[in-house]
């Protein structure tokens, strides 16, 4: 082939998209469809877990809320599906030749996500509008919605494998059978660790966004009832919202080391070469994130829980604990320094900086900083109870002592990576991350049987959180989002000039990758694009059972009016008996 | 509800703002890809020209380099390939590259014994794609490696450019 057919070739393996250019164009949709997968994909497995809770609980208001997100699905759902279908046809039009190359690969996955997307479809109307009618068949209805759950997991891993494939793509044998060959393409290198990183950073997506539009709803209440109920709804998203992202970090931990093991460049590229400040600004939103989290648990201990002031005085150990965390996962390895620098502090690496930038100290704040969460909310679960066991105080000595050496062994280890070689130490993380899911395991077991059957010294006061509280669920919402879209670019962009790593490269004009500050605007503008239309759905997903304000204060301003007169018409009545009593001891008197 | 949205939702756009600033501040340039590297048959005049431009597609379009290493090394997935040049011949060589099934043990742990699959892509295939020249470059080049190059600049096909990295066009 000649240089100039080489360039027509070129010219006819990619289309110029007007205005925006094909590579942004693909990177919006692509991450939009993302997030609303995350939604979709998410938002059911929360809704599950609610109505499970609901049935075993006997606690209407689980069933409730499932419903409430239930709901939402529908549009979601479409939306889903139609940025899929843009991303599709988007990719087809601008990407025509990497596109075929992925079919030859990947076609046969392609009739089994078609026939998953059915089955979803089918289980996800069944599950929705089969609510009232399943309504005292909770296990057939639980079932369905299992299996919507499961589906839309399948669906979710078919998909990741198209896209890991393109990180770490796999050789496949030639005598292999059409689906052998598709199997080892799909079970890559970083499929895995990816499937299991996405399921739970959806279900955190799907926590927090219900958590934010309780925090919303909350704040737009009218009446008290309103309050109290969106209180609880921020309260159990923000409570699934946290539980699915304790061991987010140990996923994430997981693939990346498998980008390594796959292909050291790439990891380097990733941790240590032009996306290595990426990862200080989400250092940055998780260290908000758990800020944010634990804040939330305080406000609650103070505001909502009565009997927590026992509680309050160990807050501020909490808070620096965790400012000092963030503030060690925020510092980078080497510094972006002129050379007059660099010679000033013996090198691109601060003398003291440079040590506490290591991933060994990383791994050893990001540990603690899971571990004071889960502190927070182990007061926050007991603040308004008194445990009755008999083994109770002996129950939390063990607790405090399984925690200090926890941290205790979490610390050392971190110390210790210091003095052994790179692949000692990479093994130190693990240890590291199975001490603490053991502590987590060990505590929450212990809580849960010196809880049975304790009693309640106050009450919790749904409804009486601060305003700021509830911008504190929106803002950790919008900081979920945004790390999605900030890690989705940085997954993408490791793969540098390659469609498919190292076996198809990127020729197009947009094959370079953009700098981090450029790259933040793409980022932002999704997450901006993403929570209007997730704002709209709530919206579009509120107006059949909205009864108009003006109604509601009507039947507030009745009720009030109501009560009052009832309560005159009480105190006529207790004046009316009193004077009879008055009258009735004269007359005694009298006799 | 339409105060408390817009209030919450300037809320969320400082947030995001001050992420843009904070990253915005972050000093980085753009990465950009590595030039990519056109040699022409008509230029290659002897057995280290075929040699010289098979290395190169070696650690480019041919991507050999993504499993093998020429030492020893644990971090590589398949086999070393220093001193590759004498224990193979030029044919054995060619057929690793065009049809790697041809010669694989099997695997007797099964009864009875089945042929293993290759992990060794078939590099005259997509998406790798290597043209009857490039695959003889690269045989040129293993034969380096050990061996004596037998491969000669009369056996390329054809007078045109080849290109040494992969263009997506070429698939």
């Known amino acids: 082939m000649s240089v100039e057919q080489q360039v027509v070739a070129i010219a006819a393996a990619y289309r110029e998209f007007p205005l925006l250019g094909s590579r942004n164009m693909i990177w919006v949709t692509a ?21 499970l809770v609901g ?115 796999v050789f496949v044998s030639e005598s292999a059978g059409v689906w052998r060959k598709a199997w080892q393409v799909v079970n890559n290198f970083t499929w895995m660790p990816l499937n299991i990183h996405r399921l739970l950073a959806n279900v955190v997506l799907g926590g927090f966004i219900c958590a934010a539009y309780a925090g919303f709803r909350y704040l737009a209440g009218i009446t008290a009832t309103d309050r109290e109920r969106y209180d609880w709804m921020g309260h159990v998203g923000n409570f699934v919202g946290i539980f699915a992202m304790l061991p987010l970090p140990f996923a994430g931990y997981w693939l990346t080391r498998e980008i390594y093991m796959y292909n050291q460049q790439m990891g380097i590229t990733l941790m240590g070469g032009f996306l290595s400040w990426l990862f200080i600004l989400q250092a940055i939103l998780i260290g908000v994130l758990f800020l944010g989290v634990n804040y939330y648990l305080w406000l ?23 400012a000092v965390c963030i503030g060690v996962w925020m510092i980078p390895h080497s510094l972006v320094a002129s050379m007059e620098e660099a010679v000033k502090m013996g090198g691109t690496h601060h003398p003291l900086l440079g040590v506490l930038g290591l991933m060994s100290a990383k791994m050893t704040a990001a540990n603690i ?41 979490v610390i050392w280890l971190g110390v210790y990576g210091y003095f052994v070689p790179v692949i000692v130490r990479i093994g130190f993380s693990v240890n590291q991350v199975l001490a603490v899911l053991a502590t987590l395991a060990v505590v929450t077991v212990m809580t849960t049987l010196m809880l049975r059957n304790a009693t309640l010294v ?15 669920l929106i803002l950790m919402a919008a900081d979920v989002i945004l790390l999605m879209s900030m890690m989705g670019y940085a997954r993408s962009a490791s793969r540098t ?78 004046g009316k008996i009193a004077a009879q009593l008055e009258a009735a001891k004269d007359a005694e008197v009298s006799t | 509800m339409r105060n408390t949205f817009l209030k919450a939702f300037m809320v969320v756009l400082l947030f995001f703002g001050a992420f843009a600033v904070v990253a915005k501040s ?18 290659i005049k002897t057995k280290q ?67 293993f699959s290759a992990r060794m892509p078939q590099v005259t295939k997509p998406p790798i794609g290597l043209t009857e020249n490039e695959s003889l470059a690269v045989v040129a080049f293993l034969q380096t490696l050990g061996g004596e190059i037998t491969v000669d600049p009369s056996e390329l096909t054809s007078p045109t450019p080849v290109a040494a990295s992969q263009r997506a066009g070429d698939n």
Request: charged share 15%.
């Open chain 1, 31 to 51: 991450q939009l469809h993302l997030l609303f997968a995350g939604f979709v994909l998410g938002v059911p497995i929360f809704a599950w877990i609610c109505e």
């Open chain 2, 49 to 115: 020209d075929i040699a010289m431009a098979g290395q190169k597609i070696f650690f480019g379009k041919g991507q050999c380099a993504l499993c093998h290493s020429i030492e020893p090394s644990a971090s590589y997935r398949c086999p070393p390939l220093r001193g590759i040049g004498a224990k193979l011949t030029r044919d054995a060589l060619y057929e690793s590259l065009t049809k790697p099934e041809a010669f694989i043990y099997l695997d007797y742990s099964s009864d009875p014994p089945k042929p």
């Open chain 1, 369 to 409: 900083m899971i571990l004071v969460t889960f502190i927070s909310f182990l007061l926050y679960w007991r603040a308004n109870r008194e445990e009755t066991a008999r083994w109770a105080t002996a129950g939390r000595i063990a607790q405090v002592v399984i925690f200090a050496a926890a941290i205790a062994y």
């Open chain 1, 497 to 574: 000039h390659w469609h498919i790593y190292g076996m198809m490269r990127d020729s197009s004009p947009d094959a370079f990758s953009p700098s981090l500050g450029d790259a933040s605007l793409v980022i932002v503008a999704c997450s901006v694009i993403f929570c209007l239309i997730v704002s709209f759905i709530f919206w579009v997903a509120s107006l059949p059972g909205r009864a108009p304000v003006r109604a509601i204060l009507a039947a507030q301003e009745a009720a009030g009016r109501e009560a009052e007169e009832k309560v005159a018409a009480q105190h006529k009545t207790v």
């Open chain 1, 300 to 322: 609650g201990l103070a505001y909502r829980t009565q009997g927590a002031e026992r509680y309050r005085k160990f807050i501020l150990a909490m808070l620096v604990t965790l």
């Open chain 1, 458 to 472: 106050g009450t919790m006061q749904w409804g009486r959180m601060p305003a700021r509280s509830q911008y504190v």
């Open chain 1, 55 to 169: 049935v075993i609980t006997k606690d209407l208001r689980f069933d409730w809320l499932a419903r409430e997100f239930t709901k939402l699905l529908i549009a979601a759902f479409g939306t889903t599906a139609t940025f899929g279908g843009v991303l599709l046809f988007l990719l087809v039009a601008l990407y025509p030749t990497f596109f075929n190359v992925l079919t030859e690969i990947f076609y046969p996955t392609y009739f089994l996500y078609a026939g998953l997307f059915f089955a979803e479809t089918t289980a996800l109307y069944l599950y929705w509008y089969g609510w009232d009618a399943m309504a005292h068949r909770k296990g057939l209805h639980l079932t369905i919605g299992f299996l919507l759950n499961l589906t839309g997991t399948l669906l979710m891993m078919i998909a990741n494998s198209w896209a890991t494939f393109q990180m770490s793509p």
């Open chain 2, 26 to 43: 972050i000093p980085s340039t753009p990465s950009l890809p590595p030039e990519e590297t056109l040699f022409e048959v008509a230029a």
